[in-house]
């Protein structure tokens, strides 16, 4: 089924508002990034998800971050093919990274293994930390003072 030249630009203008929203709460809650993968996908973008990273710090090197990882893949809460994704969580929970952001649901983002990573950052002394996506993080930043429940 054919898109409408309407709705793709639509959805291409809520995507960029989004982008500069998340960009900005990422600039004023300091949050840092492990790497720059953001230059994945479509070139133009790629470009937008890099510069929305510009001035945000990259995470320092860490050698524990090779044993947090080897915990994570060894207890199956990911892949061994997706290591660098064990080692984006381990980087984070060693900086100190009060959120950590990310659209990767089938490794780090995923539900079903969250409680387990959690688990084990605690277990490690490295609590604190939310796992989530842009959106999640987003929600309810319009008005902080509605409640969810009425």
Known sequence: ???SRRGDRSSSRASQ???A???AL???RHIAVGN???CNGRSDAAARRLQMLDGIPILPA???AETVADEIVGRSMMSATARIDALHVALAALAGV???LTQNCKHIANARELPRIYRLLDELGLSGMLICTPIEFLEGNDDDTQSDTR
């Open 36 to 38: 720059r993968r953001g």
């Open 17 to 19: 508002t989004l982008d």
């Open 98 to 100: 009060e959120y950590l």
């Open 21 to 23: 929203r998340t960009a």
């Open 62 to 64: 860490n050698p524990d």
């Open 1 to 3: 089924m054919a898109k």
């Open 26 to 28: 990422l600039r004023s």
